[in-house]
Structures are given as structure tokens and as C-alpha cells.
């Protein structure tokens, strides 16, 4: 079979580890990468043997080119998203889908108009962690699920990170970051979300970039960046969830538990694609190792990506979608809209876990295509 020809816009640090684990694909191959700063998509195309440096409008008029990556910043994303399915191209984007929700449904409405697909990170809940709890759950191992807790306590990526002044405004903080990949675990292990009430605030104001040129650069905080709240899901399971770049010190919080009427599940950490799965029965006194569904590595970013073209070659839905997306958009900021009005946000959209599931082969055979 042909390989599906795609380009990447946006040639950050976030661009190497989609290359490299894309570069020996049999679905795809990337044949450009375009940049606002042209030296630094050379170089990536230098590193990775790629054919041709665009500017973006060069990449988005080459009629050869199908299928675009879009790694730009957050604050990009959507309008990246619909430039490229005005060119008639498939879009596959880094979290989050968009910054505001009136973006990210006009990125949804755009595609479905179009005949296109939109594909959004994280795509990790494919990974073998995250998919072997699931199968616990379906198996039931911990009875019918009723809460859960979830936990990202961090203080937050300046002391490492070049360029960090995008945390710290909208579509950053700890919740636009990180939230997703909660959140999308939660939403594949427990259904889709029905309401969820919070409190957000500004815990830690000062913060100084700490390495690389920007170092000793002071950083203005325009976001929340710790968020404590509740998620009722539809199915009637309640989760605790707290994110949070003001934690100064360290965390032995877990970061995902499931309870169920019959036991407990302990989630490896949802940033990663592999990690152990505990499961503690009723009435036992020890935890034990879950059997992994299949093997992954602690990091496959891309598989998202190849699902998704394997859904295009079959005409079916794909699994890290923009509908799925969109959802967690749409929770996030429900998070900061419960804080700021004081009460209950119920969610307008839903999302079906098992939709793509029923319509696609094993998860395993992602993997190993990758």
C-alpha cells in the first residue's frame, strides 16, 4: 500500500519524538516540515532526513501532501487546524484541540463539512496502560466503577523549559497541559462526562524561567494554575480531580484510581502509554499485577496518528478524534467556569468511548504498525 505523504507545521521540542517515531512508519511518510522560524525546521529536516523545508502556505498548497501534523502552539492550534482543512488536507493537532470552545467547534463543523478528519492528541490512552484498565473494567474485575480519583501535582515547567511563557496564559495553566490526558483516561475508562463543579486559583504568583537563554526571566501568571474539583459522568461514577503546577514540594498522591463495587484499579500515569496496572479485589489484603493486553513503550507518540490514517483507508472512525477532542475542551473549561460562577457546569457534548472501539481492529495491531 501507498504510504499516506504528510508535512508537520510547527518544529518545537514536542516535533522531534513525532518524527522519530514516525520515520519508519508503513503508513506514513512525512515529506515536509514548515516552521515560522525557517532555521529551525532545517534543522529538524536536517536531523531527520526530511525532503523539503516550507514556509506554511508553501506546505499547505503542495497538492501531494494529504495528511498535516499541526505542533504548533496552543494557541495556534485551531487556526492552524482550519487553514489546513480549507487546503482540503486531514489534520492531526497536539492538546488541546483548541483554546476557546468556539474554536474548537468550528474545527469539528469544518471537517464534517469538508469530508475530513480532525485527530487531536494525547493519543496515550492507546498505550497499553490505559488500555488494560479498560479491559479490567470491561472484564469486570472491579465490579460496576463509582469513583475515582486523579491527581497531576507538579510545580510547573519553568525551571526546565526554553520558552514556558505559554503555560502561564490562556489554554495554559496545569489544566490545558496536562488536564487532557486525565481527562481523556477518565473519559475512556468511565464514559462520557455530565457535569462537574470546581475551584481554581493563582496559588503561586512569582515564578523566574530557570534555564536556557530566558534564564533568570521573570514570568507574569495569567491562568489558573491550581484547579480542585468534582466530575459526574453519566453513568453515575464520581471523580475527584485535582491539577496543579504550586506544588513546591513532592506528591505520593496516585495518579489515577477507579473503585468499583468490587475493587479498585490503580492507573499508571497517563502522560506515559505503558506502566503497570494494580487491581486490589474486595476483601484482599495485597494488590496485584494486571496481565498487560499488549506491550508499549513509555513513549509512542504518534499512534494516534497512524490510527487515525488507518481509519481514513477504511473509511470508519478513529479513536484520538477531534469529537473526543472536543469533550475534554469542553470539561476543561468547565473547570474555570464552575470556579468563576459559582456553581454546577453542565456539559453540552458527549463523546462515546466505544464508538471507534466497535468499529476498529484490537489495539494491539496499532502498536505494532507504528
Known amino acids: 500500500m501507498e504510504k499516506l505523504k504528510a508535512g508537520i507545521i510547527g518544529c518545537g521540542n514536542i516535533s522531534a519524538i513525532y518524527l522519530e517515531n514516525l520515520k519508519n512508519s508503513p503508513l506514513i511518510e512525512i515529506v515536509a516540515v514548515a516552521d515560522l522560524i525557517r532555521e529551525r525546521a532545517q534543522e529538524r529536516a536536517d536531523e531527520f532526513n526530511i525532503a523539503n523545508v ?24 485551531a487556526m ?21 470552545l468556539e474554536d474548537g467547534r468550528k474545527v469539528i463543523e469544518l471537517a464534517e463539512e469538508k469530508g475530513l478528519y480532525v485527530g487531536s492528541a494525547p493519543d496515550t490512552f492507546l498505550g497499553s496502560g490505559i488500555q488494560t484498565a479498560r479491559q479490567a473494567i470491561v472484564d469486570g474485575l472491579i465490579g460496576k466503577p463509582i ?12 525551571a526546565w523549559h526554553p520558552d514556558p511563557e505559554f503555560f502561564y496564559i490562556a489554554g495554559g495553566g496545569p489544566m490545558f497541559d496536562m488536564g487532557p490526558y486525565y481527562l481523556t483516561a477518565l473519559v475512556t475508562l468511565l464514559g462520557p462526562i455530565r ?7 493563582i496559588q503561586i504568583t512569582d515564578r523566574v524561567i530557570g534555564s536556557g537563554p530566558k534564564e533568570g526571566t521573570p514570568l507574569r501568571v495569567q491562568t489558573p494554575t491550581h484547579l480542585a474539583g468534582t466530575i459526574d459522568f453519566t453513568d453515575g461514577a464520581i471523580a475527584t480531580m485535582i491539577t496543579s503546577f504550586d506544588i513546591r514540594g513532592a506528591s505520593d498522591l496516585p495518579r489515577i484510581e477507579i473503585y468499583g463495587t468490587e475493587g479498585t484499579l490503580s492507573v ?15 476483601g484482599q489484603d495485597t494488590w496485584e499485577t494486571v496481565t498487560p493486553v499488549f506491550e508499549s513503550s513509555q513513549n509512542e507518540r ?18 484520538a478524534s477531534g469529537k473526543l477532542a472536543y469533550h475534554v475542551l469542553e470539561a476543561m473549561h468547565a473547570f474555570q467556569r464552575s470556579s468563576l460562577e459559582g456553581k454546577h457546569v453542565m456539559l453540552e457534548s458527549t463523546y462515546d468511548p466505544n464508538a471507534a472501539t466497535k468499529a476498529n481492529e484490537d489495539p494491539t495491531e496499532i502498536v505494532q504498525s507504528n
Request: glycine residues 10%; negative net charge; proline residues 5%.
Open 54 to 77: 516550507y514556509n506554511v502556505d508553501e506546505l499547505l498548497q503542495n497538492k501531494e501532501i494529504e495528511l498535516v501534523l499541526n505542533l504548533t502552539v496552543p494557541g495556534s492550534h
Open 268 to 282: 499508571p500515569d497517563p502522560n506515559y502509554f505503558n506502566g503497570e496496572v494494580k487491581l486490589r479485589r474486595f
Open 147 to 158: 469513583a475515582a480519583t486523579s491527581f497531576f501535582m507538579g510545580g510547573g515547567p519553568e
Open 80 to 100: 492552524t487546524d482550519l487553514a489546513v482543512l480549507e487546503s482540503g488536507k486531514h489534520v492531526y493537532a497536539e492538546k488541546p484541540l483548541a483554546i476557546s
Open 302 to 319: 504518534g499512534i494516534g496518528v497512524t490510527e487515525m490514517v488507518e481509519s481514513i483507508r477504511a473509511g470508519r472512525e478513529h479513536k
Open 195 to 201: 457535569r462537574i463543579s470546581s475551584s481554581a486559583g
